[in-house]
T-cell receptor, first 112, second 115 residues
């Protein structure tokens, strides 16, 4: 089952930064933290992933706590198009396929 | 930008009929997956496929389901005798290699409605 905990929902104003938290207290030393998002009626979309250091890409930033038991996805300026369900995922390492185990995610609502 | 494409986008079928959902993974990707999402529920893993064989399958992936890579580009999911509870969004995904830090890319999904 999902090894991460996220708030069910969050709201943000358009053009404001958004910080989406994720707890993963049972994370192991080799687990990478992956973030995906799912826009309405679409497939999951890769956002970012990281191991220990903070990561940036064109979509978002990922801040990882020093003890790695939590992380935060940062959208620097939310737009209406960022309204989606955001999933924080640790890959399943019990088999060689490293499949994703999705939780319920955080539903982000962006207010105009 | 390369993407995973799925066809059809929506399929309606009678209960008991066979359906084939099609996917074209990203070129040069070697690992392929099917996931499904029943309306309002979580995205669930069905099966992974590598080197022309199933590498892992979930409890959902029973004898009614099969996967195939019939040629160098397509990856298909077949449901032999559909049931009402098979109604869901089915997502195909692919990745270039496997590993804990490798991202997978998902298609837009096929909405299967069994009536």
């Amino acid at each position: 089952d999902a090894k991460t905990t996220q708030p069910n929902s969050m709201e943000s104003n358009e053009e404001e930064p958004v910080h989406l938290p994720c707890n993963h207290s049972t994370i192991s030393g080799t687990d990478y933290i992956h973030w995906y998002r799912q826009l309405p009626s679409q497939g999951p979309e890769y956002v970012i992933h990281g191991l220990t250091s903070n990561v940036n890409n064109r979509m978002a930033s990922l801040a990882i706590a020093e003890d790695r038991k939590s992380s935060t996805l940062i959208l620097h300026r939310a737009t209406l198009r960022d309204a989606a369900v955001y999933y924080c995922i640790l890959r399943d390492t019990t088999s060689g396929t490293y499949k994703y185990i999705f939780g319920t995610g955080t539903r982000l609502k962006v207010l105009a | 930008e390369p993407e995973v494409t799925q066809t059809p986008s929506h399929q309606v079928t009678q209960m008991g009929q066979e359906v084939i959902l099609r996917c074209v993974p990203i070129s040069n990707h070697l690992y392929f997956y099917w996931y499904r999402q029943i309306l309002g529920q979580k995205v669930e893993f069905l099966v992974s496929f590598y080197n022309n064989e199933i590498s892992e399958k979930s409890e959902i992936f029973d004898d009614q389901f099969s996967v195939e890579r019939p040629d160098g580009s397509n990856f298909t999911l077949k449901i032999r005798s559909t049931k009402l509870e098979d109604s869901a969004m089915y997502f195909c995904a692919s990745s270039a290699r496997t590993g804990i830090k490798v991202e997978a890319f998902f298609g837009q999904g096929t909405r299967l409605t069994v009536v």
